[in-house]
């Protein structure tokens, strides 16, 4: 993979969309707002202002492009932006709980500095809030979005669940891990890619189009993540060596070797199950992945899933030159070092 | 206190609300469902049919007869009953998670079962789930119901967390302890009484009055709550012994009890910190509590919002035979033992 540009509407998504998200935060009590802010890497643990990474902001730049897609003006899509932000952000702030996670973002996690109380009671706040600013308007289009965020955030937990269950089980399939990325992954940004064009009154057909560009997106960032979670760098990613490994998460590169491990399928088992406190073993289980072919398998499925957002975004019939970033915005996530 | 009947109306709530509630939470996937239903108390662990308590269905109650209360059936009533009943427990299940709680309604806590991971993102399920439920028929009322569900979710919210930033403060007073109360317990069940009558497309005084029912109904109910966190028996309540003093919580008869304990200021305080892991400590503070008049404070706190509650109520102008239900169902709160 070659390290690529991130591309400008990620740039723009974070100057257009902060400011609303901050207004929505700043909605909360105070008890709420510090951590949520510093969540945000927009204050450290005492409040003051900080320069810290909130994000690649990929969820918010695809609702913006989706209202412009179906020719409205990006702006449309910013409560849908600020929402979708705001559903992710609950979602990790309960995921680091849940795997029990110290660092992301190169800082500390909330529950690790404010204690996992204020961890869960933020992630509530934020979760609703996010329908507070979508509903807001009351108008036909706001109630179709605040629905269809909803079922994303309800597939999203689902599959989420369902991550966690499969930390007990080593006999997930390759198509088990696939449906559980594209709830966990894949439903929040078919989500985001809908909601601005729903915003802007798009008829049915043209959103759908655009929510299966946003799901193919989704399963490639998934499968991306995916090898970022073995073979990622922690001076890259902000997350600890190994993390999936060492977590026994399912993914889809231990899930195609698992497959094709033959054998040495005991093996393998055993050096995924001792991959919890070695990181020796964690190494050793890597490199085997690797050897029966389970980062290709995933690589490929990434490349597979990019060509079908494509496909699908071409279905949607966006304006030319939206359609040209929300590609370029496809690829970056297939590039992406982080 | 006397022992009282419970009101009619919690029977027949649970009887008309239950098949819908049961509907919602079929939506979910099997991973959630199973904890769902288990924390709901209509299976055991291994998903057999139980008949273990729900709950005392209050936040139902209310709902259904907000809505008689302003002329309409009380079965308008029931969509805001069942999303204010899922929204309840999913705050239910983060707090056993927060306070590390590992028994209620007699049974094993959700967390304690299934492990921390189901237990936060079923609650997170549970708070979407409200959320779809009643925003389904998309009608003006529905609207504006789920845009006060989430404002009441809102503020319930913002009160635990404060609850628990209350934990490590040991000069918390009797009014930021009662602001606490109103947020964390009254915001929802002023949510519960108001839902019904929007939903029954009432005026907003109509509205407005049966909400002030319902925040002060909520905190004659968190009184009592803190009456028996200190005094409830665990056979009765399903809650461990001195629990709020063991938790370090702030609840109304220890601010009470502080505020005036003068000279035995000290002694009262370092009681209180040693009921953490010391039961004959939580003992002594409990009597000390009692002596310096914590628990008579709060017990007329309890009957004065009983009365401002029933002072609202009138102000609503009900329908005669369902303020009579209304009332009984607000003694009822306070003369409980569980």
Redesign the interface.
């Known amino acids: 993979m070659s390290r690529i540009a991130a591309p400008a509407v990620l740039d723009r998504a974070r100057t257009i969309v902060t400011p609303a998200l901050r207004a929505a935060v700043a909605r909360?009590?105070p008890?709420?707002r510090l951590p949520a802010e510093y969540h945000l890497g927009w204050v450290d643990l005492d409040g003051r202002p900080a320069t810290g990474s909130g994000g690649k902001h990929v969820r918010a730049a695809l609702a913006l492009l989706s209202a412009a897609a179906v020719g409205a003006d990006e702006r449309v899509g910013v409560p849908g932006a600020v929402a979708i932000e705001l559903v992710h952000n609950?979602s990790l702030l309960?995921d680091d709980?849940?795997d029990v996670d110290r660092e992301r973002r190169h800082r500390t996690t909330v529950w690790a500095a404010f204690?996992?109380?204020?961890a869960?009671?933020?992630?509530?706040?934020l979760?609703?809030?996010a329908?507070?600013v979508l509903?807001e308007p009351?108008t036909p289009e706001a109630?179709r979005a605040?629905?269809a965020l909803?079922?994303g955030?309800?597939r999203m937990?689902?599959g989420?669940?369902?991550d966690?269950?499969f930390e007990t089980r080593d006999d997930v399939t390759w198509d088990e891990c696939l449906e559980m990325s594209s709830a966990k992954t894949g439903a929040l940004l078919a989500c985001a890619a809908e909601l601005g064009a729903i915003l802007a009154g798009a008829p049915a057909a043209r959103v759908a189009s655009l929510g299966a560009y946003g799901l193919h997106l989704g399963l490639a960032f998934q499968a991306v993540d995916d090898v970022l979670g073995i073979w990622g760098e922690t001076a890259t990613t902000g997350k600890p060596v190994f993390g999936d490994l060492r977590q026994q998460k399912k993914t889809l590169p231990i899930t195609a070797a698992l497959a094709r491990a033959n054998g040495n399928l005991a093996e393998l088992r055993s050096l995924l199950e001792a991959s919890r406190d070695d990181e020796a073993a964690a190494a050793r289980a890597a490199d085997l992945i690797e050897k029966f072919g389970g980062r290709q398998a995933t690589e490929e499925a990434a490349a597979e899933h990019l060509g079908a957002a494509l496909t699908a975004l071409r279905a949607a019939q966006p304006v030319p030159a939206v359609e040209a970033e929300l590609a370029e915005l496809a690829q970056y996530v297939v590039e992406r070092q982080q």
Do not use: N
């Not at 869960?120 to 706040?125: L, S, Y």
């Open positions: 909360l009590s008890e709420l609950f309960h709980v849940i204690g996992v109380g204020p869960i009671t933020v992630g509530d706040a979760h609703t809030l329908i507070q509903l009351g109630v605040v629905s909803a079922d955030t309800s937990i689902a989420e669940t369902v966690i269950v």
